[in-house]
C-alpha cells in the first residue's frame, strides 16, 4: 500500500459544486500539508497542520479549507468550485524529528471544474 | 524573481550522458529536496541534504550553502530517468517548503 493515499485521483465537477479531496497517511506523521500544482508554476502550499489540533493557511488559502480528521487524514475542500482551481492536487506528509524531514507526496489528485 | 530557480528548464539528451540540472535559491534554508515527478504526476523523494553531497546509484546531489547553489548529477542517463526534477528548499525559521518550477528532463534512446 502507498504511504500516502489520495481520493479521487480524477474528478471533473461544475462550476459552484462542493467537492472534497481526501487524503489518509500510513507514516505516523503528525505533519500534513495539501499543495497545488499548476502547469510552469511550483507546487504551492494551500494549507498545512502540523498537529490534529493545528490549521494553517498557506499562501494561496481562498477558495479553499481542509479538516484534519485524525492524525492519518488529512482533507481539503473547495466548497463552491471555480475553472481556476483545475489543477493537480498533492497531499503530502513529513515528519522532522523521526524520519529526518523526508516528505511523501500522495500519488496526486487532477481536478477539472467545467 | 523567484525564491528558487532551477535551470534548465527543459533537456534533452541521448541515452548514456552525464547529465547536470542546477537550483540557486536566495532564502534562507535548513535543507534541500530534490524531487522526481514521472509523467504519471505522482513525486518522490530523491533527496534531501543540507551539505555535502549524497549519492545513490546512478543520481549524485551536492549542495553548496554559501553560493545557495545545488546540482543533481545523472551518470549514464537512460530513457527511465525521463521526469520532471524538482528542486525544495525548507526555509530555516517557517519550516515551510518552497519550490522551483522543475527541470523536464527526455532522454532518447
Avoid at chain 1, 25 to 40: F, L, V
Amino acid at each position: 500500500d502507498a504511504d500516502v493515499t489520495q481520493t479521487p485521483r480524477n474528478r471533473i465537477t461544475k462550476t459552484g459544486k462542493r467537492i472534497m479531496l481526501e487524503c489518509s497517511q500510513t507514516k505516523g506523521h503528525d505533519r500534513m500539508y495539501w499543495y497545488r500544482q499548476d502547469p510552469g508554476l511550483g507546487l504551492r502550499l494551500i494549507y498545512y497542520s502540523f498537529d490534529v489540533k493545528d490549521i494553517n493557511k498557506g499562501e494561496i488559502s481562498d477558495g479553499y479549507s481542509v479538516s484534519r480528521q485524525a492524525q492519518a487524514k488529512f482533507s481539503l475542500s473547495l466548497e463552491s468550485a471555480i475553472p481556476n482551481q483545475t489543477a493537480l492536487y498533492f497531499c503530502a506528509t513529513s515528519d522532522p524529528q523521526g524520519d529526518g524531514n523526508t516528505i511523501y507526496f500522495g500519488e496526486g489528485s487532477w481536478l477539472t471544474v467545467v | 524573481k523567484n525564491e528558487v530557480e532551477q535551470s534548465p528548464q527543459n533537456l534533452t539528451a541521448q541515452e548514456g550522458e552525464f547529465i547536470t540540472i542546477n537550483c540557486s535559491y536566495s532564502v534562507g534554508i535548513s535543507a534541500l529536496h530534490w524531487l522526481q515527478q514521472h509523467p504519471g504526476g505522482g513525486i518522490v523523494s530523491l533527496f534531501m541534504l543540507s551539505s555535502g553531497k549524497k549519492k545513490h546509484g546512478r543520481l549524485i546531489a551536492t549542495i553548496n550553502i554559501q553560493e545557495k547553489h545545488s546540482s543533481l548529477h545523472i551518470t549514464a542517463s537512460h530513457p527511465r530517468d525521463s521526469a520532471v526534477y524538482i528542486c525544495a528548499v525548507i526555509n530555516f525559521g517557517n519550516e515551510k517548503l518552497t519550490f522551483g518550477t522543475g527541470t523536464r528532463l527526455t532522454i532518447i534512446p
